[in-house]
Each structure stands twice: as C-alpha cells, then as structure tokens.
C-alpha cells in the first residue's frame, strides 16, 4: 500500500512538472487572446520616447541586459526601493540612465489603459529593447512572450553577475556561459555598444595609469586616445559621458567592430575581442558583413530574452512596474 502511495506521488510530482515544463515555454503569440495590440502600443510609447531624447535607445536596450543577467529577464531593475537596497541601487547600476526606466514605465501605462493586469513588465521591457533596437536602424526580430515579473529585487545580489569593462576573454565567456550564452553571443551583444556611452571613469585607466611601462593602453590607437583625453581630461566632472562608437554614435549597425579593427574600442573587454585570436575572426566577420551581424545580433538578444524567466505561476503582473503588488 506505501508503495503505492509513492507510485502515485511520483506520478503526480511528474506531471505537475511537465505541466511547469510547458509553462515555462515563451510563445509568439501569449497575448493574442488577452492584449493582441501589446506591440503596437509599446512600440507608439518607445518611438514618443526616442523622439524626446535619443538616451532612449541606448538606456532601454543597457537595461534590458542588466535585468536579464540579475535573476533572469524579470523586471526585479525595475523596483525602487525606500531603503535604497533594490537592484537598481547597487554600485554597478548606478549608471542606468533613467530615460530607460522612463520608458518601461510610459510603455507600461499606455498597455495598463488598454489591456489592465495582463502584460508583465519583463515582457515590456523586452519588447521596447526590440524597438530601440529597430528605431535606431537594427535587425528586427520576433519577440517571445510570457514572461512574468520577479518577487525579489536586491542591490546585494547584482555584484559579480555583470561583465565589468577591464574584463578578458574568458572573463566574458565565463559570466554569459553562466547565462546560456555563446561566446558568438557574446561579441554580437557586445555590438549594443555602437549606440553606448559612457562616463569617464570607466576607462580612464587606459589613458592615465594603465601600467608601469606605458600610461596609455598601447591597444588604443593614438589619436584615438588623443581625443578621449581632450573630451576626459583627468580632473573631468564625473557626469561627463562620451560615445562608445565615435564614427555612427546614433546608428545600430556594424561600424563598432570596425572600430575595435582600427583600435578604437572604448573599454578594454572591447578592445580585446579584437585583439584576443580566438575572437578576433568573429570580430572581423562583423566588420566586414553588417547582415552577418544583424542575423547573430537578433539571435543573441532572443537567447538574452529567455534567461531566467519566470512563468506559469511563479512571479506575478505587476501593476505598477516600479512595485511589487504586495
């Protein structure tokens, strides 16, 4: 008879987990019964936003990658915390430009007017990093929905989950690896840069201290260098910020690895998927194809999207994208 009782048990614990195996399953088409314009109104919120201030593109699109590889793509960035203690308060977010919380948050109410209690924030925030993305003159792609928002969100548990801009090869392999992530992935991703920016103090070592024998990382090229001191002297106010693609800053496409060919890239995890050879050919294919780019660049950001997702049950629709529910 125990055994029995344990026969059944076992059958209902497998089927409850298939059931959570086909829940978690993102689809194309989660919202065609409960908000079937979800798309159109978040992309009539995105392109508002943009057409207000270009930080629009860059911020939403960083946002996206810094919630996905914190707990997973589930909106936990998006929480404000009276304490100070969310993850968007941790040291390494600091720097989000709030033009991409705008825009989660705009996107949001314009859905909540429609379509109330229907659409997660995660979802949101995926689908305006896709418009961003397009509205700046990148590949379109489809993106999966079904996303449900996090029930947790700590500035302590950001710290080591981001790629930091001294970081090596198999630094970066290592840290989008652990998020499923190829290293094609990785130098693909990397390309949201051609519409970056970024303060000075992110790289400032490379120009002023970059080790005993030389001041200035000898990867850069010269006059390269020469212009990012003009524009960062050492004394600069730390709120100053400059492009990440000095030749197309305002334009997705292919020009940032034609950068890193010609030495340009701004920070070091940059420039070393130029100059490390076990990446350098994959740089080079970039450079030299824009639709070799643009195909791998859609593929990154749908595998980025399905990274630690909540679905089914676990999580919740948040409302208000800035709180939880209760």
Do not use: W
């Not at 203690?85 to 991409?100: I, T, V």
């Not at 970039?286 to 997702?309: I, P, Q, T």
């Amino acid at each position: 008879m125990a055994a029995m009782a344990m026969r059944v048990a076992f059958c209902l614990a497998l089927v409850c987990m298939l059931i959570g195996v086909g829940h978690a399953q993102l689809s194309l088409n989660f919202y065609n019964s409960t908000c079937p314009n979800v798309e159109q109104i978040v992309r009539q919120a995105v392109t508002l936003k943009i057409s207000q201030t270009f930080v629009t593109i860059p911020a939403t699109l960083r946002l996206f990658f810094h919630d996905c590889f914190v707990q997973g793509c589930d909106a936990s960035v998006m929480i404000a915390s009276a304490s100070g203690d969310a993850e968007k308060d941790s040291e390494d977010n600091l720097s989000l430009a709030g033009d991409g919380f705008d825009t989660v948050v705009k996107a949001k109410q314009a859905v909540e007017a429609q379509c109330p209690g229907k659409v997660s924030c995660a979802d949101i925030l995926a689908i305006a990093a896709r418009d961003v993305v397009v509205l700046a003159g990148g590949p379109n792609f489809s993106v999966e929905l079904g996303r449900r928002d996090g029930l947790i969100s700590k500035a302590s548990l950001v710290a080591g989950n981001l790629p930091g801009p001294n970081f090596n090869l198999s630094q970066l392999n290592t840290m989008f690896a652990k998020n499923n992530l190829t290293q094609t992935d990785m130098i693909a991703l990397s390309g949201a840069h051609t519409v970056g920016f970024s303060h000075c103090s992110r790289f400032a070592n490379r120009l002023y201290n970059f080790s005993a024998t030389s001041k200035v990382d000898p990867s850069l090229d010269p006059n390269y260098a020469k212009q990012l001191m003009d524009a960062c002297p050492q004394d600069v106010d730390p709120r100053i910020a400059v492009n990440m693609d000095p030749v197309t800053p305002k334009k997705m496409d292919n020009v940032y690895y034609q950068n890193l060919v010609n030495h340009k890239g701004l920070f070091t995890s940059d420039q070393v998927l130029f100059t490390d050879p076990l990446s350098q050919s994959t740089v080079s294919g970039f450079a030299n194809d824009r639709s070799r780019f643009n195909k791998a660049f859609a593929e990154a950001m749908v595998r980025l999207g399905r990274v630690g997702v909540k679905t089914g049950l676990v999580g919740e629709i948040r409302t208000d994208c800035t709180t939880f529910n209760s």
